[in-house]
């Protein structure tokens, strides 16, 4: 094509006329073979995600929380002795502006200050922080979070571990047999459609509290979708892959060890990324009302002392852990199963 | 090479709710070891009907198949088999792919490792060993395929559109890769196909099918694949005897077409 030796022409440039900030903004890249593009809007491919309005949003999200709370840390310590201070004269409920000018006058507490949101609704980030510290140094109520993680991160353990044990070898058995799969198929259709949560009270009236709920609870959680995954895993294999096999000299054995079980990989791999999350949910809620110990028990427990900070240390461990866990099993899968995808 | 010997194979297959389906009517025929026999045809004739049963994949409804006078009852090693695509494990290498027959014996690497490598010379992929199949073009793919096949040293190499999912210059360059190794191998192929050409160009004997019921139309015993061991495929392409013999398949095959259609329209 004699055009494309041709400089690029002013009104061929197209999105690349804008620069600085309305580039980044219009998520158009560098000077490359998508620039000449004439069509853009509706071509999927030309939609990525915004490296610079992500950060936007996430310091946007933190402009509102700390705009909304406390914004140079009136701590909530601050609030209640200023409030204990004035209860033996019996006005124990300062207005806003009071609060300001006592707090201006306190060398410890500086600063503009605004309580749209009370921290009894919602904690400001420095005591999040606070309470972060708190929970790792001494604990609440004498169990640090990390041996709250701990508890709840072992509990998923043992859950995914029974249920990928029992799950998978019936899953592939359903795959594989049409009299099993008769034999499954009934238990499977009734139970797997019920959520966990509604199993809790139950589970708590039958095995009592703590871990004896929990991880039975949680192979509940697990089991069904492993099932599901390893059957279709099972049935994902070609027609000539296996003939394939046969013909190469493999037995009965070598065809599902060597070649029905490495091709189910993939769909193992997505089911035990499903269970796990769905595992990591039904925990946290199983948690809140059957244990004492665990995030999920540590959260419900602050709420009764009205520590919002505590709660919200709770909630970012467990999206953080969440993340992290999802993180992980993508990187095991780019690395155990590259040809996912691809060919 | 052993001979394959074919007897009055039928198949039918039942269709629930509606007329039986006659995929194979009385097929008969031998075949000496070391041809290279191509199968042609509308689609419906029963063509890889016929290579499974063959493999030993389907069971016919009357009738035997035997390889060397021994019956064919399952799929056996003596007979290999390649596939349109996605018949290799992605999950191993090229190399773990071609020894997956000699491993599935339990033979010792000792026993096969020189003769995997070997292998990877005859169909053109040296230094291609450690690499995965998904890192490999098509074309590539069916050389792996057919050396994986090789590694068992079967008697008979069953094709079932091998180069089917091939673009149209690498679909030549693997129909010369074919010549060379039964030319090389000696070993016995059918080899189902589309395409007349590729039929007319490679098959020392040619079978052209016929539907309704699937059957040997027509047998044509060709110069033109030993002719192509030693001349360029194009100029075999457009020899005269090869342009009038296309012709006159393509003919009869659309013939074959017409009933169809006037048939069910």
Known sequence: ?343 | MRDLKVESVEMVYDVKGGDDVHALSDVSFDLNGGRLLTLLGPSGCGKTTLLNIIAGFLAPTSGSVSLGGEPITAPGQERGMVFQQGALFEWLSVTENISFGPRMNRKKKADYGTRVDELLDIVGLSGFGDKKIYELSGGMQQRVALARCLANDPDLILMDEPLGALDALTREKMQSLILELWKNTGKTIILVTHSVEEALYLGDKVFVMAPRPGRIDRVYELPFAEIGLTTEPREVKASPEFVSTREEVLSLIWEMEEQIMGGTG
């Not at chain 1, 402009?63 to 124990?92: C, P």
């Not at chain 1, 600063?111 to 980030?125: D, E, H, L």
């Not at chain 1, 959260?299 to 009205?306: E, G, L, M, P, V």
């Not at chain 1, 461990?317 to 969440?322: F, K, N, P, Q, S």
Request: aromatic share 10%; charged share 15%; net charge neutral.
């Open chain 1, 1 to 343: 094509m004699a055009s494309s030796n041709l400089p690029p022409r002013a009104d061929n440039l197209g999105p690349t006329g804008f620069s600085g900030i309305s580039r980044l903004f219009s998520g158009v890249s560098g000077p490359g073979g998508s620039d000449r593009k004439t069509v853009t809007f509706g071509d999927s491919s030309a939609v990525r995600s915004n490296t610079f309005a992500s950060i936007v949003s996430l310091m946007l999200l933190l402009g509102l929380w700390f705009g909304s709370t406390t914004a140079w840390g009136l701590s909530q310590d601050f609030v209640d002795e200023a409030n204990l201070a004035e209860a033996d004269k019996g006005e124990n409920d300062l207005t806003d502006a009071e609060l300001v000018t006592r707090c201006n006058a306190d060398p410890d507490c500086k600063g503009s200050y605004t309580r749209w949101v009370k921290p009894t609704q919602f904690p400001s980030i420095p005591d999040t922080l606070g309470a972060f510290v708190e929970l790792n140094d001494e604990g609440f109520r004498n169990v640090t979070l990390g041996s709250h993680t701990r508890t709840s991160l072992w509990r998923v353990a043992r859950g995914m571990f029974w249920g990928t044990l029992v799950g998978v070898p019936i899953g592939a058995a359903m795959g594989l047999s049409s009299l099993l799969r008769g034999f499954f198929d009934t238990p499977v259709e009734i139970f797997r459609p019920i959520p966990p949560l509604a199993l809790i009270p139950l589970a708590i009236a039958f095995f009592g509290l703590g871990d004896d709920a929990a991880v039975p609870l949680l192979v509940f959680a697990s089991i069904w979708i492993m099932i599901i995954a390893a059957r279709s895993g099972a049935q994902a294999v070609s027609l000539s892959k296996v003939r394939a096999a046969y013909s190469l000299g493999a037995s009965k054995r070598q065809v599902l060890t060597r070649v029905i079980l490495p091709n189910a990989l993939p769909d193992l791999f997505t089911g035990v990324r499903v269970a796990l999350g769905v595992s990591w949910g039904t925990l946290v809620a199983a948690e809140l009302v059957g244990a004492s110990e665990g995030l999920g028990s540590m959260i419900f427990a602050a709420r009764q002392f009205f520590r919002t900070d505590v709660m919200v240390v709770g909630i970012v461990t467990i999206a953080v852990l969440g993340v992290l866990m999802d993180v992980i099993l993508r990187f095991l899968e780019s690395k155990l199963i590259p040809w996912r995808g691809k060919g």
